[in-house]
């Protein structure tokens, strides 16, 4: 399986993807068409007017002359989201050519949506397959108002594609670069005066809609007083129709202004029996219909209302009559009005009903879609209605099934539909809310979403089943507290509740009710019961496959916790492995594989899961990535290796921010001071802490691998500072740690606490507490965790082994193992405050520091080193840090002493 390909990308809506039919009683605009043609091989083409100009039809009409396969996206503000507009521009192409551009619509599936332009990038690599040109038209353009959609575009046509000629339809021009595409002759416009009726064509399509001779002067004044507007000209025509062959074909309409379109509609209307206007005004509300949904708007089954004609009936007229009507499919199923004509009907309809009519109408129409799957639509209609209740129970109808698919990033997307006072006040949307961060890998506020949600709950009804679910599925994030801090009890009770109280096909918060109850379990000491309780919910349920992965994988968490990581490593495999054959996430478990085998010291196999994980950031979970990201750059200086750590380190700041997750950022700003710890450079270690608050009371989280919180304690411990209160945390938190069972992260804390009693020349202290630690260790035959300590740890070790009574150690063998792991007996290493500055600058840093000898702005060094002004903000930073220098004229002058410039 490939590993990128695990995430549903959202459904698309096809009506979306066909053209205008072009019907023989349009006029073709030959000079336009002949235009185009000639112009054809230009990467972009623009068709901006505003509206009633004909640009949707030309756009169609070329399409169906060029002889070229071609795409259509009718766009609408829906769309205005970088993730559904590449998702329908994919899916145009795949009409269009019958490619699947595999890798762009791979990273649709990911995680993280990657940045713009290397979405762009990605689609122009999927392109360089195909050989025939083709024209992709976006029609409706000017909806799009995401600058990230238009960074898109615009590297889209940087370099542009051999195949792709991009035609965008729109009212306005968009931000992106016409200009220097119009210096190059890279693009084609088409702008109000060319879509202008001439005196010819107004004269051919008057003549065509009266099936009458046009005469040249009242052509011309039709063509003077409309101004060439061909909507204008379109319904002129249509008011005339009913006039005798004998009448007369002068204007007699108000002059060109702002009401003639509106005027000329009023005069087409009044001509039809009412039953049709009637139709016409109730279908202006919907942005798309078909006939069964005509019948659901148009006839109230409560009410007394009989169809003087049907849907099919309706619809027959529309398209008889040619009331600007758009066909959106090739099955001719789904329409739409032109937008003009669709907003001036809305408006009359807002004059000749009560607020409370219209209100009735769109909840038929939410009620229609809402039984048809079209969730974003009927949700959009209820609250046009007003009716919050209504739309809070078509999101409540399809939630459910959303959240045991994981498909937070559509339910995000219907959370945004509702007003933010709405959201604060429900307790279904703000609970829905509450579970985006931890899907997204963000932090969040534990008690603000206990508080909130727990005080709108009290205020339902206490016997309703809905309210218990709802109490049930707060209980989820108690559990989580549960998790973090203790009691295992409150775990394991909170867990067993949920599994009882939730509605049976509330998968994805059964499952995580069955964790909670089973870590609770692990917590107490009972870890198999823990294992049992996840093994009989898999046997008793029928579980989809996202969630039969995050189960094995909680399995292997427990005994990760229990620092067993020979079985942690079973079913870690087994949950990577069940993950690829179904198509599914298996990065969280490549990365508690991947820590597994580092701690064992099989830094091979360790590097080959990390890497898995820290080459597709935007598939991960953002905090899993920065965390996978911490565990190889220590594999490599492991291995003496610190280029690598470098590139590593580099490569994954800048991926965290283009997620923009400021936490996770600071998980490796953090982890900077632990390499210089490590590194014996210490002043500098103490300088990048600096800005950094971090708490050290608890309860802290422990539950990754990696624990930041200790790296002021290890640093103290390194400059032989602070050793009573580094000793009262760290027995604080293995107090805290022992009531919690996690094994795993005691370990480390022992061993801290050991070099602090050495530090302190209590050496039967430190032998003692060694010796809890390797008791821990020794079941999982834990390596890098006293490697990694330094050779500090060495003498300790050697220490304790001469001191100790091997017939009563717990593993001598191990040991020994332990000992034989460090390549040499190192040297202990004191490192002076004053340090060599060629040692510690990276490549990078040295390259910045030659252009800040430069009179080149931080802008300007950016774009030379290609690299975002943020990154280079950040290396101009650790240089003054690392050569001690408060400025940028320090920095040079240091750098020439040292001879580094």
Known sequence: ???SSVIGILPTLKTKLYPPSVTPDLVPRV??????????????TVIFAPAGYGKSILASMWLKASGLPGGWVSLDDSDNDLHTFVTYLLAAIETAVSHKPEQTQDQ????????AATLANYLLADLEQLETPFLLVLDDFHFIQNQLVFDFLAALLKHPSKVLRLVLVGRMDPPLPLASLRAYQLVTEIRVRDLRFSLDETARFLQQMLNRAISKEIAAEWAENTEGWPVALRLAALSLRQRPQLASLRVNVPGSNQF???YLLAEVLIQLPAALQNYLLKISLLDRFCVPLCEAVCLDANENDHMEMTGDEFIQWLQQSNLFLIDLDQQNEWFRFHHLFQDNLRHMLERQLPAQEIAKLHLRISKWFAENGSVVEAIQHALAANDTTAAIEVFTRYRRLA???ERWRQLEQWVHLFPEEVVENDPVLLLTRAHLPLAYGFNFDLEAILTQAGSLLAEQPSDSPTTQALWAELSYFIGLGALMTGPPDTAINTGAIMRQTLPSDAYYLRGQA????AFGHQMSGNVQQGIHIFQKALNTAEWPVNLQVKAFLNQSLLYFMEADLTAAQILADRSIQFALKNNSNPFEARYFMGTALYLQNDLTQAERHFLAVTEQPAWVDPLYFAHAACGLMRLYEAQGQPQKTEAVLQKSQSALEEMDNAYSRQLLDLFQVELAIHRGHLAYARQLLLPHHIDLKLPIWFWHYYIPHLIPIKLWVAEEKNLKRALALLEEMDEFLRKLNRHIHRIDILALQALVYKSQDNWPKAVEKLGQS???AAPGKFIRNYLDLGPQMH????????QQNLAIMHDEAYVAQLLDAYPNPPETKRVSPVFVADDLLTTRELEVLKFLATDLSTKEIAAEVNVTWSTVRTHIKNIYAKLEVHGRYEAVQRAKGLELI
Do not use: S, W
């Not at 003498?795 to 001469?802: D, I, T």
């Open 1 to 3: 399986m490939d590993e």
């Open 31 to 44: 000079e336009l068409l002949n235009r185009l043609e000639r112009e054809h091989e230009r990467p972009l």
């Open 108 to 115: 649709l599936k990911a995680y993280t949506l990657p940045p």
């Open 260 to 262: 003639l379109h509106e």
């Open 403 to 405: 959240m045991n698919d």
């Open 514 to 517: 069955v964790g909670i109850e």
């Open 774 to 776: 390797l008791a821990l």
């Open 795 to 802: 003498e300790l070790l050697v220490q304790f082994c001469k």
